[in-house]
């Protein structure tokens, strides 16, 4: 497996890849690996790439000035370990100075999806996003990047991105790799004291019943979530494609979630099933 830490020469194996018409994946990440991450290796893998490069890069310009930029968790030797093992081609493993110059001028803005939900609750953060996964697709330059539904508004973002600014990069979206107790993978996880894990459980939870139908409005999601002792920063239901907002949830709708647990800020989606009210409109 090869390693890299200078874009110049991550970019050098990737246009010999390239050339070599080898069909090459780029997955995105912030390292501190765990089978989420994973997965999007796999998947890269069922989809035909002959190359799969994973980037480990703590972005950061998409941190606030409050946020967790210098406490999130870092370690290399164990996300090097789980990329051998996945099979990884290449891991670029940028630093942030050979990343970004002092004085940068130029970044990647989306305009519409990216103001509400996060956006909205964390200014510049999709501005930082767009940029860094532009930089990304620059130096690599990949056949096709894969990206989890996790972060669903990042995705949506990113292709909106693809689309308007002509990047050769197809985009594939993964599924949320959860644990056995339903709570979403996640590197923030580390934070959470087993108190606040046992909270974060609710959140899965009422997800699930909004899949399946069982609660209809984010008011009742909300209400749930803070008798839970969750801190509420968003329940929003949005169209999956516009990401526009809807009063009701509906049938192929996606139901977003952001809230504190302690001082740890969770985000989890669903896409709404709706038996429910399908059975009852027949
Ligand atoms: P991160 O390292 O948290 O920035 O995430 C990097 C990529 O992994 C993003 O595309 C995330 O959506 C994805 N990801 C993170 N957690 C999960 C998860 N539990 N299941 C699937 N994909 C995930």
Redesign the pocket.
């Known amino acids: 497996m090869k390693i890299f830490k200078d874009p110049e020469k991550m970019r050098d194996w990737a246009r010999k890849m390239l050339l070599a018409k080898r069909k090459v994946a780029l ?11 994973i ?2 290796v796999d998947r890269a893998k069922a989809k035909g790439a002959d190359e799969i490069v994973v980037s480990i890069f703590v972005n950061p310009v998409q941190f606030g000035p409050n946020e967790d930029y210098e406490k999130y968790p870092r370690n290399e030797k164990a996300d090097l370990a789980k990329c051998r093992a996945a099979g990884v081609s290449a891991v670029f493993l940028p630093s942030a100075q050979s990343m970004y110059h002092a004085d940068r001028s130029a970044f990647v803005d989306e305009g519409t999806l990216s103001k509400g939900l996060c956006g909205a609750k964390r200014p510049g953060h999709f501005r930082g996003v767009c940029t860094v996964v532009a930089k990304l697709f620059n130096i690599v330059q990949p056949d096709f990047a ?6 669903f508004q ?2 949506a973002v990113i292709k909106r991105m693809v689309r308007d600014l002509n990047f050769g990069v197809k985009i594939v979206l ?5 644990e056995k107790s339903g709570l ?5 996880n580390t934070y959470l004291s087993a108190e606040e894990k046992q909270k974060a459980l609710t959140l899965s939870r009422v997800l699930f019943s909004v899949r399946e139908g069982e609660i209809k409005t984010p008011a009742s999601v909300a209400a749930k979530l803070k008798k839970a002792g969750l801190v509420v920063d968003y329940v929003e239901c949005v169209d999956s494609e516009t990401l526009a907002p809807l009063k009701r949830f509906k049938p192929l709708s996606r139901v977003l979630v952001a809230v504190y647990d302690g001082k740890t800020r969770l985000i989890d989606n669903v896409e709404v099933k709706n038996l429910k009210q399908n059975k009852e409109k027949k």
Request: aromatic share 6%; charged share 20%.
């Open positions: 997955v995105p990440t912030m390292g501190y690996l765990h089978d989420g991450h997965s999007l894969v990206f989890g539904e996790k972060d990042q995705a993964s599924p949320i790799v959860r979403a993978m996640s590197s923030r």
